[in-house]
């Protein structure tokens, strides 16, 4: 397994997936909150980051305004899947796989239907650290939960069928956070395993940024970015863009593509500093398997 599966939550990768927990601790703490993550703030705390991350909305404005835009996106972007999440199981789908799952939870807060699987892909000591943080907190699982430790530019098809996945049947799976750390070559093998993968009636939700390297320049990122304490644009493949969208388009998928800040009105969200947060650029993918 190679250098990226051997990051963990405090450096590089990781300490962006600790920051998304942060985001959700503080859309949990507000009063209109759009998600509910009963362990976000935990999994911060244990991992205690060399700077400092809030959890919670008093101690935004204390520490810089760039968390706040920051929480009000990862709480548009969780609510948009969780509700793509409760839509795939209306429809009967109770294969789910979280794509770099990372501090993920879902297969503990939401309603899953009885029989749901949802399978959780990400790197070894991400995965270990929140299992430790869950048994400490006395998570109960809403779902069977199946952890999978694998570095996602690799070949995970075959070890996730290992896991129990049922490629006949449908799935609905989700790209959240991940596509930009991904080298295109990556990026298309994904999104191939994906298709390989997916009986008719599968689903696919990813998140996507058009212009990664412009957004990597605007002075609220590089504010975020100097707050985790990582150089983000050395994570950050610097490559033409991949349009997903397009190739899964033409590879047999129904598409559609909803853009975060007009997702954001609809949940009676204005996202702020749009020539700096990721909601300039960043649009929610939805495919179908036709």
Do not use: C
């Not at 190739?247 to 954001?264: K, N």
């Amino acid at each position: 397994m190679n250098e990226l599966a051997e990051w963990d939550i405090v450096t590089g990768v990781g300490i962006t997936a600790l920051a998304v927990a942060a985001g959700r601790a503080i859309e949990t703490d507000r009063d209109d909150g759009l998600v509910s993550d009963p362990y976000a703030e935990a999994f911060v705390e244990a991992a205690a980051p060399p700077r400092p991350m809030p959890t919670r909305l008093e101690a935004v404005d204390e520490i810089e305004m760039s968390w706040g835009w920051l929480a009000d996106y990862i709480g548009v972007r969780s609510r948009y899947f969780d509700d793509y999440f409760a839509e795939a199981s209306r429809a009967g789908i109770d294969q789910i796989v979280l794509l770099a799952a990372g501090l993920d939870v879902r297969a503990y807060r939401l309603d899953w239907p009885t029989g749901t699987t949802v399978y959780e892909l990400d790197a070894p000591k991400v995965l270990a650290f929140k299992d430790d943080v869950l048994a400490v907190e006395k998570a109960g699982l809403r779902a069977d939960r199946r952890a999978l430790a694998v570095d996602l530019r690799e070949d995970w098809a075959v070890p996730l069928q290992n896991k129990g996945f049922d490629r006949s049947r449908p799935s609905a799976w989700l790209a959240e956070g991940l596509l930009p750390f991904l080298p295109n070559a990556a990026k298309e093998r994904l999104v191939r395993f994906v298709t390989d993968l997916s009986a008719p009636g599968s689903r696919l939700e990813i998140e996507h940024v058009d212009d990664v390297q412009a957004m990597l320049q605007e002075d609220q990122f590089q504010q975020l970015s100097e707050r985790f304490g990582i150089d983000m644009a050395a994570l950050w493949p610097e490559e033409d863009d991949f349009h997903p969208a397009e190739w899964l388009t033409d590879h047999g998928w129904d598409v559609e593509i909803a853009h975060s800040r007009e997702v954001a009105e609809r949940f009676g969200r204005t996202l702020q500093n749009p020539s700096g947060d990721p909601s300039r650029s960043s649009v929610f993918i939805t495919a179908v398997r036709q």
